[in-house]
């Protein structure tokens, strides 16, 4: 299953996001693939309630030079070694979510147990395996602080 790339233009009300704005995506599961909204600031009210994940970037200038993140070597490395850390289970989710937009995952479903706890079923293409992922996503706050972590460790 493939994330659709931004549109670029506001999901609530269909105006074109200029370059350097600000604008939250969310991606949602329907019966026949993931959809995803690219929300301007001003119209973001938080995620729907059925949300796969979200998150908040800006669109790019055109001036701006190309932000060189990691290979993929080193994100799925980065990926087994949260595994360990169950304490990073919302930073190991994230980058799941990052791992299926750069295509190293395929999104393949979510379950939810009998106590109401959800995980995502991602297939790994490079690896031949399948990783189930606790639903962790996180709150306001904490995802500011995952997002400066994995950007610390992933971007040059």
Known sequence: MEIPRPSRICSVTHRELQPGEVFFSVLIEE?????????????????????????????????????????????????????LQPENA???????LLLIRRRQFRYEREEENENGQKKLIVYAIKENTTYEIPVAMPDRKRLEEVQKQLSSLIIS
């Open 31 to 83: 019966k026949n693939g993931v959809k995803r909204l690219d929300i301007a600031v001003e119209n973001w009210t938080g995620p729907p309630s059925e949300f796969l994940g979200w998150w908040k970037t800006r669109v790019p200038d055109n001036n701006d030079k190309k932000i060189q993140i990691a290979p993929n070597d080193v994100l799925l490395n980065l990926f087994e070694q949260l595994s």
């Open 90 to 96: 919302d930073m190991r989710y994230v980058l799941a």
